[in-house]
């Protein structure tokens, strides 16, 4: 076994030009894996897909998380067609193996007295860019708009008085998403000073948040740091406030908050009701702590 790993190594480095890191990491892959076939009796050449998927198999056992065992087949399943290539093996043992399932991450979320912070703090930024950013969050935490949706919103999208916008998502597709009081008001006060940011004095833009930059609007880069610039004044970690996360933090909260699936989904743009799902983690989480809270049997526990 040893003997075959040092030649697959070697084609490695010769012909792929494998760094140092990336020769160590697969030298102890393959060692663990020479190890556990050593256990069964079987040699590498003789290994069947039995043996792969039990390997993984004791990986997953081990509490081995799904993305570190998937970068270990990685390196079998390029060790096995090595062996089956140069006629040390009579098959490919990793051909009918699938990779372990990965769980989809949760997406980060805000919670919503981090949210009232931000909040507080865009509306004590001083002149026309406090009254922007106090706009650009009010609207994002309303309507979950991805970030592109926000910054290219055009003037016409907001119409004075009505209680939403209309949004052009993915694939050209129009959506209408409903406008809270606050973010109403504040688009109010914004239009009155929208004005400072169009490119040039006399200049017009069919934009609602115009700026100086190539593209005319404000830039989804820009927004971005902007918001960190803001969580540092409200003490929040910059590294948890972004325009997506705050995309995130609406879905999130109106789920906890009871609202019926489908219409999260369709006011996020969600072709798949099955993309807006993640975000039932929160009434999860929700309904476990009332159980943990409120449950006789949690109480009697506790006490």
């Known amino acids: 076994m040893s003997r075959h790993i ?8 010769v012909e792929r030009g494998a760094a140092r890191n990336t020769i160590l990491a697969y030298r102890r892959d393959l060692q663990d894996y020479a190890g556990f076939l050593s256990r069964r009796g079987t040699a590498p050449g003789q290994a069947a897909s039995e043996d792969v998927s039990a390997y993984l ?33 009579d098959r490919d043992a990793t051909a009918n193996v699938d990779a372990p399932r990965r769980g989809r991450p949760l997406p ?20 026309p860019e406090g009254v922007r950013l106090t706009c650009l969050l009010e609207v994002l935490y309303a309507t979950g708009l991805r970030v ?5 919103l055009p003037l016409s999208a907001a119409r004075r ?15 209408l998403v409903p406008l809270s009081a606050p973010a109403r008001d504040a688009l109010r006060l914004y239009r009155d000073w ?4 169009l490119p ?6 069919p934009f609602l948040f115009p700026s100086r930059s190539q593209e005319g609007h404000l830039t989804r880069q820009r927004f ?63 309904l476990a702590s009332l159980v943990s809270e409120k449950h006789p049997l949690a109480k009697r526990s506790r006490d």
């Open 224 to 286: 971005g740091q902007m918001l960190k610039e803001l969580a540092l004044k409200a003490g929040l970690d910059p590294a948890k406030v972004s325009p997506h996360v705050l995309r995130h933090a609406f879905a999130g909260h109106l789920v906890a908050h009871g609202a019926d699936l489908r219409a999260v989904q369709q006011m996020l743009g969600h072709a798949d009701i099955s993309t807006t799902q993640i975000y039932t983690h929160v009434l999860n989480e929700r």
């Open 148 to 152: 592109s949706e926000l910054v290219t």
């Open 6 to 13: 040092e030649a697959f190594l070697e084609m490695l480095v």
């Open 108 to 127: 980060k979320v805000l919670t919503e007295a981090e949210v009232d912070i931000l909040l507080e703090a865009a509306r004590a930024e001083p002149g």
């Open 57 to 89: 198999s004791g990986l997953a056992a081990d509490g081995m998380k799904a993305s570190t065992a998937a970068r270990k087949l990685s390196a079998l399943r390029q060790f096995h067609r090595f062996l089956y290539a140069e006629g040390f093996a």
């Open 194 to 197: 929208r004005k400072v940011f």
């Open 200 to 205: 040039g004095e006399g200049a017009e833009s």
């Open 161 to 175: 008085e009505e209680p939403f916008l209309t949004v052009r998502g993915k694939g050209g597709k129009e959506r």
